[in-house]
């Protein structure tokens, strides 16, 4: 059984975070680990509260899941402090896992904002250095290469300024375009689009951890990026057009979905 670690950021409505990405895991056919980052007290409507780890409780908890089932990819989401963000750039260069995908969460569809701007900083200096793949959406992918992204002409320039600044593959996320769900992804000084046809669910609460869980899912089972990108999408559409609507706000996806047929082929290795 392959392994993959979320280090995250839990939601108390089940939708994003933690939960949506051990559901996505468990769906995806990997065993699902989770170092919790900060509990938020959070809904469909909005995020109430924060309380994030200490430093010391997030080293410990790190420790414990490499020291005993080692993790074939990790997926990171919301970090939103400086120091919480460094003690996972030290453990990941101690531990080396293989396949690191980073989701650089900053603020929620509702609007809140979920890491400080000097964790911002760090994030930029830290951990985003060692990512094989980061996926930022537009609003990210703008404050990652410092200019506004209104195409998708603006959308290839964005990937490739923050692809050569630091060295990782990007994956830049279309969903907050108004027409389509098409994502961009840069590597290897080459560039690839995934073309998504806009599902009209307005319940999208939690579709970036799910894509980045299921995406470091697929790398676990020894997929390609673009292969793993390609299986996270088609999972993520299936989610999306459940057309499951729960709560007053931007709703969570429907995980519990008939994955037959969606997934043609199974990795070499799995
Ligand atoms: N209405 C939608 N229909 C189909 N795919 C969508 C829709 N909204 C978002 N997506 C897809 O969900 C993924 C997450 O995208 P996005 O919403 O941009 O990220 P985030 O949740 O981090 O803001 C992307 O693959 C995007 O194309
Ligand atoms: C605990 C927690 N982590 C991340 C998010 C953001 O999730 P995301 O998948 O980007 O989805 P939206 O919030 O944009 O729908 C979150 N809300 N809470």
Known sequence: MKVT?????????????????????????????????????????????????????????LDAVFEDIYPDAVKI??????????????????????????????????????ISDEAIHTLKEELIPLANLITPNIPEAEVLSHMKITSSKDMLKAAKKIYDTYGCAVLCKGGHQLNDANDLLYINNTYQWFYGKRIPNNNTHGTGCTLS??????????????????????????????????????????????????????????
């Open 5 to 61: 670690l979320t280090i995250a950021g839990s939601d108390s409505s089940g939708g994003a975070g933690i939960q949506a990405d051990l559901k996505t895991m468990c769906m995806n056919g990997v065993y699902g680990e989770s170092v919790i980052t900060a509990l938020t007290a959070q809904n469909t409507t909005g995020v109430r509260a924060v309380l994030d780890s200490t430093p010391a409780f997030l080293e410990a908890q």
């Open 77 to 114: 989401g919301m970090v939103s402090q400086s120091a919480l963000i460094h003690v996972i750039a030290t453990k990941l260069q101690y531990y080396h896992p293989k396949n690191i995908v980073l989701d650089p969460v900053m603020v929620a569809t509702s609007g809140a904002k979920l």
């Open 213 to 270: 869980s299921a995406i470091a899912a697929n790398l676990a089972k020894g997929f390609t990026i673009q292969e793993s990108i390609q299986r996270a999408k088609d999972y993520l559409s299936l989610a999306l057009s459940a057309m499951l609507d729960l709560g007053a706000g931007s709703g969570p996806m429907m995980h519990n979905v008939n994955l037959k047929g969606i997934y043609s082929e199974e990795a070499d290795n799995e």
